[in-house]
């Protein structure tokens, strides 16, 4: 898989393209995590898992194995 959630920088941001079929749980999907919806990574913890990110004006704390499977396309500073 290309760029995903996990090799953002802490505010950058990016559109989610794709994920496997069954890799979010239920709860995320309910939260916006869904293609063509933008997401911010807001922090990463000291040990690097759980990564927090804004979807849709909600915060949410993701393990780093979902968010490798959450690819995304970068948002650069010209758009």
Same mark, same amino acid.
């Given at each position: 898989?290309?760029? /995903?959630?996990?090799? !953002?920088?802490? #505010? ?7 994920? $496997?079929?069954?890799? !979010? ?5 309910? +939260? #916006?995590? +869904?293609?063509?919806?933008?997401? &911010? +990574?807001?922090?990463?913890? $000291? +040990?690097?898992? $759980? %990564?927090? %990110?804004?979807?849709? #004006?909600?915060?949410?704390? %993701? ?8 690819? !995304? &396309?970068? %948002? /650069? #500073?010209?758009?």
């Amino acid at each position: 898989m290309g760029f /995903t959630v996990a090799h !953002l920088g802490r #505010g950058e941001k990016g559109i989610i393209k794709a994920f $496997p079929e069954d890799a !979010l749980p239920i709860k995320l999907l309910e +939260l #916006g995590c +869904l293609p063509g919806n933008e997401v &911010e +990574l807001i922090q990463v913890a $000291p +040990l690097k898992d $759980p %990564i927090y %990110i804004n979807v849709n #004006g909600s915060h949410i704390a %993701i393990r780093r194995s979902v968010a490798l499977q959450i690819e !995304l &396309e970068p %948002i /650069t #500073g010209d758009e």
